[in-house]
């Protein structure tokens, strides 16, 4: 599992804040006791249950601090704790039914799901609908489609599928990735990183970093990977659970995903209250950022479904079939291998 942490840290990377990790999230966590304090009452006749995040609070976790703000978890009869990941993972704990929920992603939780050293874990909901990441460079750099990288940098976390999803998306744009530069690189600044030309390109989330550098005021080429091929539209990050913990309390599970449901669909209508919530429970993040990222991530949650959190097999299928036929994973990958949509609220 020191893979799937090294991969779920590196790609989040992108997205987070570092320097203020320590202080957010000792802050997140004391603000969520708190709103749970003030809101579950007689908190010994509801049932607890622990989620644990990938990493520091973000936008990406909007509609569980507006379902614990707004006492929807209260209204389900739960008391939740919101803890920060060891480090190996999230799916660790959620592993090891030491928390029952938490964050993670698609291609990250592989290893967890399938293999000799698979847990007891499968996503339950997806947190957007669709994959957000890409690359990011400066604009006039000419990288504004995958051919472009051809002779320029590009900060690698050295990882299989990182590099055969690069690899790929170059090769369709009719480029030779032999000739990408390759820079060993985990970009903590993004926007920086473009400006000093430390490196050329980037892997992002969008919602998060891309969105950074429009507040920053740097103007930058982006291409995503779903638009060059829609088999890296997969799931990225969704909510998992304990399968074991949730066969035998699936009525529980019924009612935290309908109390997340309510939380991120109302991050979908109201994103300014719902950024405002966030930065009550993580001060330290950056409140333009946080609101332009809001702002993004609320057309991102839902997109074109009506049922919030929904995983289409299809697309959760294609992107392990490819990596099975790309020979990046040593294991069978079954039809709906590590997911379900039994628990979803309507």
């Known amino acids: 599992m020191k893979q799937s942490k090294r991969i779920t840290s590196l790609l989040l990377a992108g997205i987070l804040m570092l320097g203020a990790a320590g202080c957010a999230a000792q802050k997140a966590n004391e603000s969520s006791s708190e709103s749970s304090a003030n809101s579950a ?18 936008t990406n976790h909007t509609g569980l601090y507006v379902a614990q703000e707004k006492g929807y978890f209260d209204e389900a009869g739960l008391t939740v704790e919101i803890v920060q990941p060891p480090e190996d993972g999230a799916e660790m704990l959620v592993g090891a039914n030491k928390a029952q929920f938490g964050v993670s992603f698609q291609d990250s939780m592989l ?20 994959n957000t990441s890409g690359i990011v460079s400066l604009k006039g750099k000419g990288i504004d489609k995958p051919k472009g990288l051809e ?22 744009d009719g480029g030779d990735f032999s000739k990408v530069q390759l820079i060993p690189s985990t970009v903590t600044d993004e926007v920086s990183a473009l400006k000093t030309g430390t490196v050329d390109a980037i892997w992002i989330f969008y919602g998060w970093a891309g969105v950074a550098a429009e507040v920053a005021g740097v103007e930058t080429d982006f291409f995503a990977f779903k638009d060059i091929d829609p088999v890296f539209d997969y799931y990225t990050p969704v909510i998992i659970g304990n399968t074991d913990w949730m066969k035998e309390n699936p009525d529980t599970t019924k009612a935290f ?41 609320s057309k991102e949650y839902k997109a074109e479904v009506t049922q919030w959190g929904y995983i289409d097999p299809a697309r959760w299928n ?10 990046l994973f040593d294991a069978d990958l079954p039809a709906n291998t590590g997911f379900s949509n039994e628990y979803l609220p309507d």
Not at 43 to 48: D, I
Not at 119 to 124: L, S, T
Not at 153 to 158: I, S
Not at 261 to 266: A, H, L, P, V
Request: aromatic letters at 10%; zero cysteines; glycine letters at 4%.
């Open 41 to 58: 009452g007689n908190t010994a006749e509801k049932t607890k249950v622990t989620f644990v995040l990938d990493w520091t609070p973000n």
């Open 111 to 130: 290893p967890a799901v399938a293999g000799d050293n698979k847990m007891p874990i499968e996503a339950v909901a997806a947190v957007v609908q669709h």
């Open 151 to 172: 002779g320029k940098k590009y900060a690698t976390w050295d990882l299989p599928i990182e590099k055969a999803t690069l690899k790929q998306v170059v090769e369709a």
């Open 257 to 297: 995903l309908s109390a997340m449901k309510k939380g991120y669909e109302f991050a979908v209508e109201q994103p300014e209250e719902s950024a405002d919530i966030l930065l009550k429970y993580a001060p330290e993040l950056d409140a333009a950022l946080v609101k332009a990222s809001q702002k993004y991530l």
């Open 318 to 327: 294609a992107f392990y079939q490819w990596i099975a036929d790309n020979h």
